[in-house]
């Protein structure tokens, strides 16, 4: 695969360095659209108002800032400073409360505190050893009240491969800069290395790369039913439609069984 990315855990400076100047510049995280997954998350979940969710890991807090806005007591864990630091920002700017820990998704040491937890927009399977993923599940049952839910948003790989283009190469703008993102695959294409090449005007180049396992609904079902959780459903977008071969998104809604 090229980069050795054991080597380096890269979402360590990545969400603090590169994440926003690369993605926010190119638009998908829009107000509407966060109110759009924040209904949805609300929703699903059908919890009464007061009940204590974690967002983990919460970013820059899009979610978590709609869903306290609906009387939900939010609390939004990160190892970015930066994006903790965004998250305090706009809380203040809406209002509303946030409880904000910086910490590792395979740190956290809450014990039957939740009565949900959310991990949104592909934020799960960062890590080189899998065992280290599965210990992230077994961290957020463990956060969970008995029965507690459990949302889980993953890119579908089925549809991530049937648009990509046969090159593996993506070319778009951010701002003033071009972006270039280089995809390679490893393991029966189960691991993804993406090089991101960012081009100034003038010229200057910069790299950066992220790595993430991407999971079939079967390998994922074997995960979270051996990390202590049954599926109650699955959907393939925000909109809330069943889940199929090439939905783009596969959305898990689970519960805590032990």
């Not at 380096?8 to 360095?17: G, L, P, Q, R, V």
């Not at 991530?160 to 090159?167: D, G, Q, V, Y």
């Not at 909109?239 to 809604?253: A, C, T, V």
Request: charge should be positive; charged fraction near 30%.
């Amino acid at each position: 695969m090229g980069y050795d990315i054991t080597k380096s855990n890269w979402f360590e400076n990545f969400f603090d360095k590169y994440y926003l100047p690369i993605y926010f510049k190119k638009g998908i995280f829009s107000e509407a659209l966060a109110k759009k997954e924040a209904d949805f998350v609300a929703k699903v979940l059908k919890l009464p108002k007061d009940s204590k969710i974690l967002d983990l890991p919460c970013g820059q807090g899009r979610h978590s800032i709609m869903l306290a806005q609906k009387g939900y007591a939010m609390t939004d864990v990160d190892l970015s400073k930066t994006m903790l630091s965004l998250a305090k920002k706009l809380a203040k700017e809406k209002r509303v409360d946030l409880r904000l820990i910086r910490n590792d998704m395979r740190k956290i040491d809450f014990k039957n505190e939740f009565d949900a937890v959310i991990n949104m927009f592909s934020s799960f399977g960062y890590f080189v050893n899998e065992k280290d993923n599965l210990r992230v599940l077994k961290n957020i049952n463990r956060s969970l009240k008995p029965e507690g839910k459990f949302l889980l948003d993953l890119l579908n790989k089925d549809w991530f491969f049937n648009k990509l283009p046969a090159s593996g190469k993506i070319w778009w703008k951010a701002g003033i800069n071009y972006i270039l993102e280089e995809a390679s695959f490893g393991g029966k294409k189960k691991l993804w290395l993406n090089h991101i090449i960012i081009i100034s005007p003038a010229g200057k180049i910069k790299h950066t790369y992220t790595y993430m396992r991407l999971y079939s609904l079967l390998e994922i079902k074997n995960y979270l039913e051996k990390t202590g959780f049954k599926i109650l459903k699955i959907y393939g977008d925000y909109k809330g439609n069943r889940f199929i071969h090439l939905s783009p998104r596969l959305i898990i809604l689970a519960q805590k069984v032990k």
